[in-house]
Structure formats: C-alpha cells, structure tokens
Nanobody, 120 residues
Framework: QVQLEESGGGLVQPGGSLSVSCAVS????????MGWYRQAPGKQRELAAS???????QIEDAVKGRFTISIDVAKRTVYMQMNNLNPEDTAVYYC??????????????WGQGTLVTVSS
C-alpha cells in the first residue's frame, strides 16, 4: 500500500513562515509530480504549487515569490517553504502525488491534510 505522510503546518502570525513536507510511504511508486493543494474555509480546493520529478513547476499566482516548492525524488519527499504568510493563506493544505505502481498502473494519491492558520 502506498500513501502520503504529511508534516508541518500550524499557527503563525502574519508575516511569518512555515514549512510543510510530504513523503510517499509504503510500496514502490514512481513519481511523476508532487505538490500541495489548499482549501480555505468555504472555498474550493485549489493548487498552491506543484513540481515534477524533473523539476517543472506550477505555482499559483497568489503565492508566487512567497512559497518555494522542492522535491527529493530519491527520498520521495516534497517540501514547501511558505514565507510572508498572510491571513488569506489560512487553509487546509493537502499533499498530492501523481505516479505509477511497478505494474505501470497510474495511481493518484492525496494526503489527509494539514491545517495552516495565519492569525495574530
């Protein structure tokens, strides 16, 4: 069984920083792309940032210049550093992965979500 294990998040004051990380655990899984989606209260889930195994980035305009995403393919782990956070960044952040099992079956994975709260 393959799953995503998230860590990080929490409460931070406006202007502060937080980091989140997410690792693929369990059986063999070949990563195509990993990233973070976020869902603010009363809003739809949306992509914050993603990165492919080859390093191609997709970054939401609202977080450009503030969030940095990176991936360690060997460790099957994605990291996101979030700087200059503001209350609008308050959301549940969900790790996401696209990839393949050893039999080449495509498998999309979602983490359970970690809450990021930006408040004074």
């Amino acid at each position: 069984q393959v799953q995503l294990e998230e860590s990080g998040g929490g409460l931070v004051q406006p202007g502060g920083s937080l980091s989140v990380s997410c690792a693929v655990s369990g059986s063999a899984y070949r990563i195509y792309e990993m990233g973070w989606y976020r869902q603010a209260p009363g809003k739809q889930r949306e992509l914050a940032a993603s990165i492919s195994g080859g390093g191609q980035l997709q970054i939401e305009d609202a977080v450009k210049g503030r969030f940095t995403i990176s991936i360690d393919v060997a460790k099957r782990t994605v990291y996101m550093q979030m700087n200059n956070l503001n209350p609008e960044d308050t959301a549940v952040y969900y790790c996401h992965a696209d990839g393949w099992l050893p039999d080449n079956a495509y498998l999309e994975l979602w983490g359970q979500g970690t809450l990021v709260t930006v408040s004074s």
